[in-house]
């Protein structure tokens, strides 16, 4: 659906931005719903796992490079769009890593909410070209996505802490080193 949202949105008429955005809202809608019912009927895949946070990924940051080409997330607001898309970049690299060490980051409810209200930014400043003036829809996805920017840093943290124990930590079977200075006369492999 990404390269339709994209093509609609480039219509760049009242008609195709509310058509990109109900596209959107069904990428939203089904994405939640693939998840939720494949963990509900246990029906889960290495697929479905490789694909379903790349698609997400892959959807957040094309909408917000599609915004700020378009001058719809300006200024000081792209600030927001760049430490969202910063977090899914370093969250995607460490997952992978932890991945390899057969480690399990579990979603945290904090990061739940975060995506409820980056999905919701995103879907407002979409349709915020066409919406009625009465209604600020521009204003209310920039609220959101600011919020959004906060939570990342704090749930990209909360990762990034808990992978760094796993990072730092002596594998096992390894002796650990007296002297991280390779030219200290204590250090390994020197003498």
Not at 6 to 28: E, M, Q, R
Not at 75 to 84: D, E, K, P, R
Not at 112 to 132: N, R, Y
Not at 152 to 162: C, H, I, M
Request: glycine share 8%; aromatic share 10%.
């Amino acid at each position: 659906m990404i390269p339709l949202i994209v093509a609609l949105y480039y219509v760049d008429t009242p008609l195709g931005y509310w058509a990109a955005f109900a596209l959107y809202v069904v990428a939203c809608i089904t994405d939640f719903f693939d998840g939720y019912l494949a963990r509900h009927f246990g029906q889960l895949s290495n697929l479905g796992r490789f694909l379903d946070p790349i698609a997400d990924k892959l959807l957040v940051a094309c909408i917000i490079f599609m915004l700020v080409a378009h001058d719809h997330l300006v200024g000081i607001h792209v600030l927001a769009g760049l430490v969202i898309l910063l977090r899914e970049i370093i969250v995607s690299g460490l997952r992978e890593f932890l991945a390899d060490l057969r480690v399990s980051v579990p979603v945290s409810r904090l990061a739940k909410w975060k995506t409820t209200s980056q999905m919701c930014a995103l879907g407002f400043l979409i349709v915020a070209p066409a919406s009625p003036e009465i209604f600020p829809s521009q204003v209310i996805g920039l609220i959101l996505i600011w919020i959004a920017a906060v939570l990342t840093l704090v749930t990209g943290f909360d990762y990034l802490t808990a992978g760094l124990r796993h990072m730092t930590a002596p594998e096992p079977g390894t002796p650990a080193k007296r002297d991280a200075d390779p030219g200290h006369e204590g250090a390994a492999g020197s003498g």
